[in-house]
């Protein structure tokens, strides 16, 4: 399967003069190496995910005290690590296409201006509605945000955005924006139950005793505004002279984790 996929990256990149050039790049040879990775803890991740082990109920899986204080931090971290993998591959199809200091720029608005609001939205609401990040999608920063959700962010607007463009390379900039927000917030939507119900990342309503079954219709708004302005903020892509005929890796990305989020919720709609 790893062999098959490897294959559906083009390494071939447009340099500056519109020639193209075959060359050994990070994006081809480290990447083809994170890309296994990700596809291997992806498999892996499907399996946890769909039997619903996590960190928290670990002793009902592993009876052996040893065990346990293993098991747990590793499920812990898990998540993160396999966002990681997911993260590499799409930064370097960027700094592939796109040159090392736009990729970077690209990178640092979406870390940075994600956290910014996410950590607000945490701590105030606003503009999410009242929400409580836990430590099970990896480590907190200061003890309020979650590593992972930085990465999630960029790997959902930078991997969605490499998928525009493979489809639609001379779409307009505003036009890319608005598609990459779009996708986004279906992902979002894809996630949101697994997150909070399944997987335990974030806990919605805290402290309300009858919360509603689900996330407040401004979280999903504030998903597509937050998309459209961190992507607008991003160095403008350029133009592709010769578009790859095969779609490239990073592009598969964030439809390999939308296909996961669908394939949790047929096992727990088919158990019922």
């Given at each position: 399967m790893c062999h098959k996929l490897d294959r559906v990256s083009d390494p071939v990149v447009a340099s500056p003069t519109g020639s193209r050039s075959i060359g050994v790049s990070a994006e081809s040879v480290?990447?083809?190496?994170?890309?296994?990775?990700?596809?291997?803890?992806?498999?892996?991740?499907?399996?946890?995910?769909?039997?619903?082990?996590?960190?928290?109920?670990?002793g009902h899986w592993f009876s052996s005290p040893k065990v346990q204080p293993i098991a747990a931090p590793l499920l812990g971290y898990a998540d993160l690590v396999w966002m990681t993998f997911a993260t590499a591959v799409v930064y370097l199809r960027v700094t592939a296409t796109e040159g090392l200091?736009?990729?970077?720029?690209?990178a640092a608005v979406i870390l940075i201006g994600s956290a910014a609001i996410e950590w607000c939205?945490?701590?105030?609401?606003?503009?999410?509605?009242?929400?409580?990040?836990?430590?099970?999608?990896?480590?907190?920063?200061?003890?309020?945000?979650?590593?992972?959700?930085?990465?999630?962010?960029?790997?959902t607007l930078l991997g969605s955005r490499i998928l525009v463009l493979h489809f639609r390379p001379t779409i307009s900039r505003w036009q890319l924006a608005f598609s990459v927000a779009l996708i986004a917030v279906a992902t979002d939507l894809n996630l949101e139950f697994i997150a909070w119900k399944v997987r335990g990342y974030w806990i919605w309503y805290p402290g309300d005793t009858n919360p509603p079954a689900w996330p407040p219709l401004q979280n999903f708004l504030s998903w597509f505004l937050l998309a459209l302005v961190l992507h607008v903020l991003t160095p403008?892509?350029?133009?592709?002279?010769?578009?790859?005929?095969?779609?490239?890796?990073?592009?598969?990305?964030v439809p390999i984790m939308?296909?996961?989020?669908l394939l949790v919720h047929a096992s727990r709609f088919v158990r019922g």
């Amino acid at each position: 399967m790893c062999h098959k996929l490897d294959r559906v990256s083009d390494p071939v990149v447009a340099s500056p003069t519109g020639s193209r050039s075959i060359g050994v790049s990070a994006e081809s040879v480290v990447g083809v190496w994170i890309w296994r990775l990700f596809l291997i803890w992806t498999a892996v991740g499907a399996v946890v995910m769909v039997a619903g082990l996590n960190a928290a109920n670990v002793g009902h899986w592993f009876s052996s005290p040893k065990v346990q204080p293993i098991a747990a931090p590793l499920l812990g971290y898990a998540d993160l690590v396999w966002m990681t993998f997911a993260t590499a591959v799409v930064y370097l199809r960027v700094t592939a296409t796109e040159g090392l200091a736009r990729a970077r720029a690209s990178a640092a608005v979406i870390l940075i201006g994600s956290a910014a609001i996410e950590w607000c939205g945490e701590r105030t609401g606003i503009p999410f509605g009242p929400y409580l990040y836990t430590d099970a999608f990896g480590p907190l920063i200061l003890g309020v945000l979650p590593i992972a959700i930085p990465l999630a962010w960029t790997v959902t607007l930078l991997g969605s955005r490499i998928l525009v463009l493979h489809f639609r390379p001379t779409i307009s900039r505003w036009q890319l924006a608005f598609s990459v927000a779009l996708i986004a917030v279906a992902t979002d939507l894809n996630l949101e139950f697994i997150a909070w119900k399944v997987r335990g990342y974030w806990i919605w309503y805290p402290g309300d005793t009858n919360p509603p079954a689900w996330p407040p219709l401004q979280n999903f708004l504030s998903w597509f505004l937050l998309a459209l302005v961190l992507h607008v903020l991003t160095p403008a892509p350029r133009p592709t002279p010769h578009p790859a005929l095969k779609i490239p890796r990073a592009a598969l990305v964030v439809p390999i984790m939308n296909a996961l989020f669908l394939l949790v919720h047929a096992s727990r709609f088919v158990r019922g």
